[in-house]
């Protein structure tokens, strides 16, 4: 299919065009020059930006379904018909696969990284992002609280660690290595937790500090497109903005194997918390902001907060139990053997809870005194701070004082007190919403084809319904948030899908995953280990646990070239 | 107060899901509009007016209106769905989730209705003078924030976990009830006349009074002496009762059960 988006205002940071009033080209699913004999589609008067990326959104797994499971209340919410073209759906904070789907093209987002994939449960996560249509999907993959690679790297032996974590994304056909409260899942295990860098896991005698950089070494040996994805220790937790600040220092003196950061730093608003008690909880965003600004080696997204009811989930099983205990809601726990133990439990974010409030003002901070758009990204850490269908109003908050303000009306005082967000006057425009919903995304995961409309970028592309000659959204935020929450059109590797904000034609994406290669004679070393402790401790054979490409769809392995021995 | 009459036709085998008999649908609508109002059995779509002749004067307000049901409607499910205002009368006996999520106006129910009736309660009331199935007054599947408002009143016997999850509101059953009245109870106030076991198992606030006599009482209840003609949450009851305070099995228990000696 050819077309050709006519005289739209173009915002693609990674290209550095900035509401230029110029067309899109598009043939054969990709960004070109020129194009001939093309369908034309006049978007004149209209935001023209690349397909949104979404980094860090957990939309699939084991996890997501025990929220589905444990949460029927939920799914009284959202219920939509089937209809000629989509399927029967429903659910708010847990919605179904085929929901998940539809409502990120609605949004304008053409690709998705579901946050935290335990290898374990690799091919039940694979079958249901099998089942989100209409996106390019990844997963990144736990690899924080691995019995092989913290038994590796407290030997010191950093190659094999690499071997492993390199066999380990093939395996689980994940895309990049996560990290989620390093030592403290393992801990769990042993109805602990760890609390700073230096505090020992149980039996393995490794310590956060050296699980971090480990896996920092291993993932710049490998060169892998994505950095390592890290939950810091400490999620959640009063003063925590130490540990978050000490985890930042880890990062230096590294270069990156490739043009990024050499750490994400994840849901960083849960992670800026001062104050000794809940009763003097305070922002330290500007703090954390200030260590991001001196950084060129770190970057973040931001978990922000929107009001409402949600539903937690994170391979932080510790974390879950503790929110559980404050809530005295219903919770959920899991322990996945050698890798990880997450958790479940429902939350509330009340305009009424200083505690909320805080939170709520804390994303915002972050994402208004960071600098540089491209290292702070746009994530709700769905469903976590927030359903990712809630970022139209996030957009509209970075994008008013005015609305931010109204908004603190509403909320409690705490925000106002302690926290710095009514003293800033910055509101983003297009080209850095551009760049904290989808540039610095695509940027930060090495996709060289996502992000921007440059000449042999995909043809994902999204235009909204906003003239910014004509709209102020410092004053017309409602506006801005309605426009956002639907495209006029939403491109997937060229074909129209969303038009006026109704799904228009369903289709199925890419799957990532990386293909890194070692040494053989490293990977027959590797093998004999893992034979030796599948067999010992694993319930599952290890033939029967990498996961075949007929589980995915479209299966794309990025082949990646290391430098491992 | 304006009529609409609904006399029930041929029903069919299995439930029949017609939440647009609510005094707020019909509001503003005429009798034909009515007919037309969709009604969900199985995995097909019909009409209010394939199971139901309607007849009467419908009112342009929700508050000026009742429906009267002819007859049973053993299969029909969600009757005064999210209803606000308004009375709808059931001559005969109804299915599931009569009432559920009401916030106000009466529901008349003269034969029996069937479980999750009055499910989550806002506010109103809903009168049956038969039966009630289990989960009367209870919270929907998952959901732990309960009825919160308005009144239940069955004459008859209820089955169990009736209250579960009350947050709010009043629930007075006659006869007996089931197992597990009152379970997770937290606000509001429960009268039955007798239980069989368990009742108020993990209820942290508000008050059940039983008139008849309890079965088997959980360990976690203390009891609190003797009261003569108590006045509980607003109500008066005649009687010496026997307090207990509970359930001890939860954390800062705050709840009361009375058990008329
Ligand atoms: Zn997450």
Redesign the pocket.
């Known amino acids: 299919m050819r077309l050709i988006l006519r005289n739209g205002f173009v915002y693609d940071p990674l290209n550095g065009i900035n509401g230029e009033k110029m067309d899109i080209c598009i043939e054969n699913g990709k960004i070109v020059e020129d194009v001939k004999d093309a369908k034309v589609i006049d978007c004149s008067g209209k935001v023209v930006m690349p397909g949104g990326v979404e980094i ?3 939309i699939a797994g084991g996890k997501v379904n025990t929220g589905r499971i444990m949460r029927p209340e939920d799914h009284l919410k959202n219920v939509m018909p089937k209809t000629r073209l989509t399927r029967a759906a429903n659910g708010y904070s847990t919605p179904s696969t085929f929901l998940t789907g539809y409502l990120y093209a609605k949004l304008g987002y053409t690709t998705a990284f579901t ?2 994939m335990p290898p374990l449960m690799a091919r039940h996560t694979h079958e249901e992002l099998h089942d989100i249509p209409m996106l390019d999907k990844g997963a990144l993959t736990l690899m924080g609280n691995n019995w092989f690679v913290m038994r590796y790297l407290k030997r010191g032996d950093v190659e094999l660690a690499a071997a492993f974590a390199a066999w380990l994304l093939r395996a689980a056909k994940g895309y990049a290595i996560k990290v ?1 409260n390093p030592g403290g899942g393992e801990a769990w295990g042993w109805g602990r937790d760890v609390r700073n860098l230096d505090d020992p896991v149980p039996h393995f005698d490794i310590t956060p500090r050296e699980i971090i950089t480990g896996l920092t070494r291993v993932n710049e040996m490998l060169s892998l497109p994505h950095s390592i994805h890290l ?1 810091a220790n400490n999620l959640g937790r009063v003063g925590n903005y130490l540990t978050t600040l000490e985890t930042m220092e880890l990062a230096n003196g590294t270069k990156p194997a490739r043009e990024r950061q050499v750490v994400q730093l ?2 960083v608003q849960f992670h800026s918390y001062g104050g000794d008690s809940w009763r003097t909880f305070a922002s330290e965003a500007e703090s954390i902001a200030k260590a991001v600004n001196s950084k060129d080696n770190v970057i973040v997204d931001v ?1 922000q907060v929107v009001f409402g009811d949600t539903t937690t ?3 932080d099983g510790p974390m879950e139990y503790y929110l559980s205990s404050l809530t005295g809601l219903k919770w959920s726990n899991r322990n996945i053997e050698l890798e990880t133990s997450p958790g479940v439990t429902p939350f509330i974010y009340s305009k009424r809870s200083p505690v909320a409030a805080v939170q709520w003002a804390i994303g915002l901070e972050l994402a208004l005194h960071i600098k540089d758009p491209l290292k702070v990204l746009l994530t709700t ?2 469903p ?1 701070g927030a359903p990712f269908f809630r970022y139209p109003t996030i957009i509209a908050w970075l994008m008013s004082s005015r609305y931010r303000e109204e908004t603190m009306k509403e909320v409690h005082g705490a925000a106002q007190r302690n926290t710095t967000l009514a003293t800033i006057d910055r509101e983003y425009d297009f080209y850095e919403i551009a760049a904290v919903t989808r540039a610095g995304q695509a940027k930060s995961l090495g996709l060289a084809e996502k992000g921007h409309l440059g000449a042999g970028a995909d043809a994902d592309v999204a235009v909204y319904d906003i003239n910014p000659e004509e709209v102020d959204p410092s004053r017309d935020y409602k506006l801005v948030e309605e426009r956002f929450s639907a495209t006029s059109y939403t491109i997937k590797d060229g074909e129209i899908v969303v038009k006026d904000g109704e799904i228009v034609k369903v289709v199925n994406g890419r799957t990532l995953y990386v293909d890194a290669k070692v040494d053989s004679e490293l990977e027959r070393e590797l093998e004999r280990d893992l034979d030796y402790y599948f067999k010992r401790f694993y319930s599952v054979n290890l033939a029967n646990y990498p996961v075949q490409e007929v589980y995915l769809t479209r299966p794309t392995p990025i082949e990646v070239k290391t430098n491992v021995r | 107060m304006r009529e609409v009459v609904l006399t029930p036709k041929e029903q069919p085998p299995y439930g029949l899901i017609a939440e647009c008999i609510s005094c707020d649908v019909f509001a503003g609508r005429s009798i034909e509009e009515i007919e037309a109002l969709p009604v969900y059995y199985g995995n097909r779509q019909g009409k209010l007016g394939d199971f139901f002749d309607v007849a009467g004067e419908p009112a342009d307000k929700a508050g000026e209106l009742r429906i009267i049901i002819e007859g049973d409607v053993t299969k029909t499910r969600w009757i005064g769905r999210d209803m606000s205002a308004g009375e709808i009368v059931i001559k005969g006996s109804a299915d599931m989730y009569v009432g559920a999520w009401m916030s106000g106006g009466r529901i008349v129910v003269e034969g029996d209705v069937g479980t999750f009736s009055g499910m989550q309660m806002r506010g109103g009331e809903l009168h049956v003078k038969g039966s009630a199935g289990d989960y009367l007054g209870c919270s929907y599947r998952g959901e732990w924030r309960g009825m919160s408002g308005g009144r239940i009143v069955v004459e008859g016997n209820a089955g169990a976990e009736v209250g579960q999850n009350l947050n709010g509101g009043r629930i007075f059953v006659r006869g007996s009830v089931d197992t597990f009245a009152g379970v997770r109870m937290k606000k509001g106030l429960l009268v039955v006349g007798s239980a069989i076991d368990r009742v108020g198992a993990q209820m942290t606030g508000g008050a059940i009074v039983v008139l008849n006599g309890v079965q088997r009482l959980l360990p976690g209840f203390d009891p609190a002496g003797d009261v003569e003609n108590p006045e509980i949450e607003g109500e008066s009851f005649e009687g010496v009762f026997r307090k207990y305070t509970g359930d001890h099995a939860e954390r800062n228990a705050r709840g009361v059960l009375y058990i008329k000696v």
């Open positions: 860090h959104s957990h946050a935290a989620v939950h994840t849901h978990g989930m994170t391979a850490d769905h976590n």
